[in-house]
């Protein structure tokens, strides 16, 4: 998924989806659901966020254009928001194998929450060194990344 997301030149909807999906996560965490409760709710908000990003795309190039976008458009900015919804699918089959009863609830919303974490340092580097950044640059976009998730780990924490 991640070559594909650097092929298409537009990882910014993968990232999106993965800190949506952690905050998901935590925000149910809360809440002690269910994981078949969690993994619906997750699978359901990014579906709900990439149809408004894709909406929100259409609308855009609508104004830009100042002509209604047809099916080649739409079947682009579907596709270039796309990685928003694939992003949560680590995150739903760890919640899957919880309701499944091969993982216990925690462990499947730990490891999804640690898999996040790596996604969004590993993203930043791919997509600063592609930009040519430099080592700087690659640990400057990684830090925001990880900053961004573990602030919505750290809510976890602080709260539990």
Do not use: Q
Not at 21 to 49: D, E, H, Q
Not at 91 to 109: K, Q
């Amino acid at each position: 998924m991640l070559t594909r997301w650097l092929r298409i030149g537009d990882s910014a909807a993968g990232v999106y989806g993965t800190l949506l999906t952690l905050s998901v996560l935590v925000g149910l965490s809360f809440k002690r659901s269910g994981p078949g409760v969690m993994a619906i709710t997750v699978a359901v908000s990014v579906v709900v966020f990439w149809i408004a990003h894709v909406h929100a795309g259409l609308v855009a190039r609508w104004v830009r254009a100042e002509t209604r976008p047809g099916r080649t458009a739409t079947a682009e900015v579907m596709a270039r928001e796309a990685p928003m919804i694939e992003s949560a699918l680590p995150a739903i089959a760890l919640l899957l194998l919880a309701w499944l009863g091969v993982l216990e609830t925690s462990a499947a919303v730990w490891t999804a929450l640690v898999y996040g974490i790596a996604a969004l340092a590993l993203w930043g580097a791919l997509i600063a060194h592609r930009a040519g950044l430099g080592l700087v640059g690659i640990a400057t976009v990684s830090g925001v990344n990880l900053g961004l998730g573990g602030l919505i780990v750290l809510l976890k924490l602080l709260i539990h």
